[in-house]
């Protein structure tokens, strides 16, 4: 069930009035019915592989609390068994070839079907959750939770199961006991993450996707340079909102229930640095990779090379923090080298302070600052080549961005043409010329950014004039209902993490 559709809306509806109608004993049992139902919309085979998980951590989380001596042998065990988990559902493209082939050489074909694994939905983000809460428990930052379905609740909680966030057990199972009562204020902010979600992933990320030939990202060079360029801008756009547009509808609709989730974005686009880029981008991951991984590596290290501008705590902190975020994303040449590229960017960025003290990005000049967040823009779109294509494609793509020869003069006779009405508007590639509706979705994706940036307020809507907010949302209205027309919608991308 996408929460995209009617029917989810409808199984809200529901789920709502039945957690705000029931007691406080029995909220919890109401939404582990809700998760599981919205679990088996997708597949029943995935209810038991993902409680299954959430179980065995819980034993573990329950064996590391009580352990006096051996609770980090525990917690690697229970880090072992996730991440084995991860390798099996996740990476099964990489062995069942071969296990399909070692199969038929002994004599036990499967079929020609052969051997398929499918990856249960939000697999990925629930396991990163479960290592933090093992770690935690390690690290004494957190009790062990006593009860089982509490504990269940946290792992499969369905608004954020999909695409996240990435939520810590210590902030997200006390509001499981004591959630929000709901206001006049509460219904409001809700309602409008959740407007400002769909207007995002439908208006912005579906219509810039259905904007873009899938041809570019597999042939690139038969492209001018100017097409190449509009398409990866488009692109970089239709990730964002897309992922951005999840979380805020997932937000929105927590917010219902009266469990408030994580932020996960804040205008990263508007980014003055790399690393500000990644305090700003998918927030939940950043900050959980920053704690598990570069925190205690660097500390590791700094144990056997004490000083800070060595070389080895210099690049290794930076860039395994960074590959292992390409490898969450998937085991891929493609994936290792987006992450490898941020974490070269991270250590170039880093340079400068080997023999200067670091300046605050808000104590330089205006004009620094803005060279600055161009740069950082510029090195962010770029990186989406090899996550969206092959490492071979995007070298390709990036010549053709490149390469003068492919930067063809435009044929402005296709205005005409379209004006007497012999081509329609779209039909533009043999023109070279840029799809101008791509610029018309882009202008208003920018703006909604811009307005949340300048005033630091991601809801900055609710203090406007009543009569402005009724005209945006009557216009949203608009564009949704036509959107639901169109034959635009896709799934979530971080659906496939």
């Not at 069930?1 to 029931?22: D, E, H, K, P, Q």
């Not at 959750?129 to 379905?149: F, G, M, T």
Request: charged letters at 15%; aromatic letters at 16%.
């Amino acid at each position: 069930m996408n929460i995209t559709i009617a029917s989810f809306a409808a199984f809200m509806l529901i789920v709502v009035l039945g957690y705000r109608l029931l007691s406080a004993r029995f909220r919890n049992i109401w939404l582990f019915v809700a998760c599981l139902g919205f679990l088996i919309t997708w597949s029943w085979e995935f209810v038991g592989i993902l409680f299954v998980l959430g179980t065995v951590n819980y034993i573990l989380g329950g064996w590391i609390g009580e352990a006096k001596e051996g609770s980090k042998r525990i917690l690697w065990i229970g880090i072992a068994f996730d991440v084995f988990t991860l390798l099996i559902f996740k990476y099964s493209d990489f062995y069942i070839p071969e296990l399909t082939a070692f199969l038929a050489r002994i004599g036990m074909e499967k079929g020609s079907g052969g051997i398929q694994l499918l990856m249960p939905i939000g697999l990925s983000f629930t396991t990163v959750q479960l290592i933090s809460y093992l770690a935690d428990i390690h690290n004494r930052i957190v009790l062990p939770e006593k009860r089982w379905l509490k504990f269940i609740l946290y792992a499969l909680y369905f608004p954020k199961l999909l695409s996240g966030p990435i939520e810590r057990a210590r902030v997200f199972l006390p509001k499981l006991d004591q959630p929000q009562p709901l206001s006049a204020g509460s219904i409001a902010r809700n309602f409008k993450l959740i407007v400002i979600g769909l207007t995002r992933k439908l208006l912005f990320a579906d219509v810039l996707n259905a904007l873009i030939p899938s041809a570019a990202f597999v042939q690139p060079l038969t492209y001018s340079a100017q097409m190449l360029l509009t398409w990866l801008l488009a692109y970089a756009f239709v990730i964002y909102n897309d992922f951005a547009g999840y979380t805020s509808i997932a937000r929105g609709v927590s917010g219902f229930l009266g469990i408030e989730l994580s932020s996960n974005f804040n205008t990263p686009y508007f980014s003055r640095s790399i690393a500000e880029f990644w305090e700003r981008w998918h927030i939940s991951l950043s900050n959980w990779l920053r704690d598990y991984i570069f925190f205690p590596l660097s500390r590791l290290l700094r144990k056997k090379f004490p000083r800070p501008d060595h070389i080895i705590n210099f690049i290794l902190p930076p860039l395994v923090t960074m590959l292992v975020s390409g490898m969450w994303h998937g085991l891929s040449f493609s994936l290792l080298l987006w992450g490898g590229l941020h974490g070269a960017y991270l250590i170039v960025e880093r340079i400068p302070t080997l023999w200067a003290p670091k300046v605050l990005m808000d104590e330089r000049p205006k004009w620094q600052q803005a060279v600055a967040a161009l740069i950082t823009f510029s090195l962010a779109v770029l990186a989406w080549l090899p996550f969206r294509m092959d490492p071979v494609t995007a070298k390709r793509y990036f010549a053709g961005i490149i390469l003068p020869s492919h930067w063809l003069k435009p044929d402005f006779l296709w205005m005409s043409e379209v004006f007497k009405g012999h081509l329609p508007v779209g039909d533009v590639y043999g023109w070279n010329i840029p799809d101008p509706r791509i610029f018309l979705v882009l202008l208003p994706a920018i703006l909604l950014d811009w307005t949340q940036y300048r005033h630091k307020n991601e809801l900055i809507f609710l203090e406007w004039p009543r009569w402005v907010q009724a005209a945006l949302l009557a216009l949203v209205t608009l564009g949704l209902f036509l959107a639901s027309f169109a034959d635009s919608a896709a799934p979530f991308v971080y659906q496939g993490f």
